[in-house]
């Protein structure tokens, strides 16, 4: 992994960690321990899932660059579907307050995201490679007349 992507990474999970941390501290006090677990576990998994997706969609625009868009788009669907079956399939649990964790899911991928988004825009990532053995030969830049 490149620099700029784990940098990009670490500027993503970050700020979704610390907004777990919030949403685990309102869960708690507004569903008890149960909303805590389902902060908690919301968290995670987008973490999880976003995570992975930005690592797949920096190999593929490494080793597919042609590709970039169209897997970064439908990566992103699938992510926003795989959340929405986790809502759906952990709808009726016991093991924590359902509505804890859909609300965190929600909030958590939109922070990671906004973060995304911001590191995007804050990196400095060349976007043309200049050609080192070209910009160093001498040559005869002017008019030939």
Same mark, same amino acid.
């Given at each position: 992994?490149?620099?700029?992507?784990?940098?990009?990474?670490?500027?993503?999970?970050?700020?979704?960690?610390?907004?777990? $941390?919030? &949403?685990?501290?309102?869960?708690?006090?507004?569903?008890?321990?149960?909303? =805590?677990?389902?902060? +908690?576990? *919301? #968290? @995670?998994?987008?973490?999880?899932?976003?995570?992975?997706?930005?690592?797949?969609?920096?190999?593929?625009?490494?080793?597919?660059?042609?590709?970039?868009?169209?897997?970064?788009?439908?990566?992103?669907?699938?992510?926003?579907?795989?959340?929405?079956?986790? $809502?759906? &399939?952990?709808?009726?649990?016991?093991?924590?307050?359902?509505?804890?964790? =859909?609300?965190?899911? +929600?909030? *958590? #991928? @939109?922070?990671?995201?906004?973060?995304?988004?911001?590191?995007?825009?804050?990196?400095?990532?060349?976007?043309?490679?200049?050609?080192?053995?070209?910009?160093?030969?001498?040559?005869?830049?002017?008019?030939?007349?």
């Amino acid at each position: 992994m490149r620099s700029n992507d784990a940098r990009t990474l670490l500027q993503s999970a970050l700020p979704t960690a610390a907004a777990g $941390v919030v &949403a685990a501290i309102v869960s708690a006090v507004v569903a008890g321990g149960k909303g =805590a677990v389902g902060a +908690v576990v *919301a #968290t @995670l998994i987008v973490i999880l899932f976003m995570g992975i997706g930005l690592v797949v969609l920096e190999r593929t625009a490494k080793s597919l660059p042609h590709l970039f868009q169209a897997m970064g788009l439908m990566l992103y669907a699938a992510q926003i579907l795989l959340l929405f079956i986790f $809502v759906a &399939a952990f709808k009726n649990t016991t093991l924590f307050n359902p509505k804890a964790f =859909a609300i965190t899911l +929600v909030a *958590a #991928t @939109l922070v990671w995201i906004a973060a995304q988004a911001r590191a995007h825009m804050k990196a400095k990532i060349l976007y043309v490679e200049p050609d080192s053995s070209e910009a160093n030969k001498p040559g005869d830049k002017g008019s030939s007349s």
